[in-house]
């Protein structure tokens, strides 16, 4: 079947680097997307990594390995508004997207 | 900068109506899809288009929904009889732009049905 694993929630101090880990088992593997959801609001697009490896983007980077089933989001120098779900997210063989349940991230001062 | 326009933003309906929401997806995208978000729970895919079809869509999506594009801006998904468990938030997303892979949402429409 299509799963996706990642923590509920998380805590992390303002300034302070956090790890979000990610682990999926899917029918297919086309790509693995790391979305950014505030409540109420829509996602949007943090990072897409579809070879192994670490993609860095400012003070946002996602790692995957593919043999692993795995990968993890990594954020630095914590904000406040950087308090959100983050979801991941992976794309199957097709056009078809599967989303994690989310991890709620909480920033604390 | 470009972004994916939903209407309404909020639509109540009652039990066995129809309902349609709207979406403008970014101009130069090729690529168009539905999820749903029950509240409190995941975001689900529920259809993606492409070249004036349906390329792929889920379990959920069964023959009370289907999706259109009337014309060249405008995305629309229908639902024939709505039922309770339709309530959700519905997103539009698009993508096809210069990087492929990258899908824009657009804010979305919260579907109440009583």
């Known amino acids: 079947g299509q799963n996706i694993d990642q923590p509920t929630e998380m805590t992390a101090t303002e300034g302070a680097i956090v790890q979000i880990n990610c682990t999926y088992q899917?029918?297919?593997?086309?790509?693995l997307f790391w979305y950014q959801q505030h409540a109420g609001e829509a996602p949007t697009f943090l990072s897409y990594?579809?070879?192994?490896g670490l993609e860095e983007k400012g003070r946002f980077s996602s790692f995957l390995s593919r043999s692993k089933g795995y990968s993890y989001l990594l954020l630095k120098e914590l904000q406040m508004k950087d308090s959100a779900s983050y979801l991941c997210a992976v794309r199957d063989r097709g056009f078809k997207t599967i989303f994690g349940a989310g991890t709620r991230l909480f920033v604390k001062a | 900068e470009p972004e994916v326009t939903q209407t309404p933003s909020h639509q109540v309906t009652q039990m066995g109506q129809e309902v349609i929401l709207r979406c403008v997806p970014i101009s130069n995208h090729l690529y168009f899809y539905w999820y749903r978000q029950i509240l409190g729970q995941k975001v689900e895919f529920l259809v993606s288009f492409y070249n004036n079809e349906i390329s792929e869509k889920s379990e959920i999506f069964d023959d009370q929904f289907s999706v259109e594009r009337p014309d060249g801006s405008n995305f629309t998904l229908k639902i024939r009889s709505t039922k309770l468990e339709d309530s959700a938030m519905y997103f539009c997303?698009?993508?096809?732009?210069?990087?492929?892979?990258?899908?824009?949402f657009g804010p979305g429409t919260r579907l109440t049905v009583t």
């Open positions: 899917t029918s297919g593997f086309n790509g």
């Open positions: 990594n579809v070879l192994d």
């Open positions: 997303a698009s993508s096809g732009g210069t990087v492929q892979y990258e899908q824009y």
